[in-house]
């Protein structure tokens, strides 16, 4: 790739990277993560799946170039931290799954990403006449949300008055002591996230979830580093399923180079089988009852968080 300096910070720049985001490259998703120029051509990196496996923690994992003598200007990233199949309710004959996943957008040395775009697109495995895909009955964050920071300046006024009785002997002489304090708090929006369930244009159905992270331009701050997103599946049967992952980024190049993105590989989606045990990466602090999926408080279950490395 031509311009691959502008995505690769060489090892005489300043700052760390992490060895561990290196890691192998093996369990990578089944689409292709490319950078997209302004005429269309593309150059990039591609990522693979490994034959038969079911239900990939691993959905994406993206730096641009090698990993022995250059540290990468971008980490993008897409991992499982939840993935439940069940009921939405005990009395109800409608199935469910439930996952959550941690998109990472990390950039360094100066560099920034300033929107991305994430789609989740759910299918039918089975070819057959008539295989239902999943409906997308929820997602988190749902709305358009601003992340802002939030920053706190104190002010203190004190005042001390002087007090004599009558020019006598024995009066009495004091001191009083006042005091004021003001707090105010600026807020600083430096993102917007936005998350929906889009209907299909021809027959209304849901078969998407929509994630979209933009900068506030004014600031120019980027994005979070990460942002932890919830899907609620509602499924008619326990047919295998199989999820479209489409990822795509704009970073602040000043180069040709205008956006990374993913393009779907259609051999090589995310498989699900309701019958894998459930995976938990982490213990979740909300209940979470496979019978029970619907009435799983989804709103504290997605996070985002922004740092600078």
């Given at each position: ?138 997602v988190r964050p749902r709305g358009q949300q601003k992340m802002s920071e939030t ?40 993102t917007t996230i936005t998350g929906d369930n889009p209907a299909d ?109």
């Amino acid at each position: 790739m031509d311009d691959e300096q502008e995505l690769w910070i060489s090892d005489d720049e300043n700052g760390d990277f992490d060895s561990d985001q290196g890691g192998d490259t093996s369990d990578h998703a089944g689409f292709t993560l490319s950078l997209l120029s302004q005429d269309g051509q593309e150059g990039g990196y591609h990522v693979r799946n490994k034959e038969g496996m079911l239900q990939r923690k691993t959905v994406s994992a993206m730096m641009g170039g090698g990993l022995h003598k250059k540290r990468p200007a971008f980490t993008v990233g897409c991992d499982a931290r939840i993935m439940i199949h069940g009921r939405m309710s005990p009395d109800s004959d409608k199935l469910a799954t439930l996952l959550v996943y941690d998109l990472k957008f990390l950039s360094r040395h100066g560099t920034r990403i300033k929107y991305a775009d994430v789609l989740f697109e759910f299918r039918p495995r089975s070819n057959r006449p008539g295989a239902l895909s999943p409906t997308v009955a929820e997602v988190r964050p749902r709305g358009q949300q601003k992340m802002s920071e939030t920053i706190q300046n104190q002010a203190s006024k004190y005042g001390l008055s002087f007090n004599a009785g009558p020019s006598i002997p024995g009066a009495d002489v004091g001191f009083n002591a006042s005091g004021e304090q003001n707090i105010t708090k600026d807020l600083k929006f430096h993102t917007t996230i936005t998350g929906d369930n889009p209907a299909d244009l021809d027959w209304g159905d849901r078969f998407q979830a929509s994630f979209t992270l933009a900068e506030n331009a004014s600031q120019e701050s980027g994005i979070p580093t990460q942002l932890t997103v919830v899907v609620l599946l509602e499924r008619e049967s326990d047919d295998d399923f199989e999820m479209i992952p489409q990822i795509k980024i704009t970073p602040n190049f000043a180069t040709r180079w205008t956006s990374l993105s993913s393009t779907r590989s259609s051999d090589d989606p995310v498989y699900f089988n309701v019958q894998e045990p459930p995976f938990e990466r982490s213990s979740a602090a909300t209940k979470i009852d496979p019978d029970n999926l619907g009435a799983v408080d989804l709103d504290s279950l997605w996070i985002c968080t922004m740092y600078t490395l």
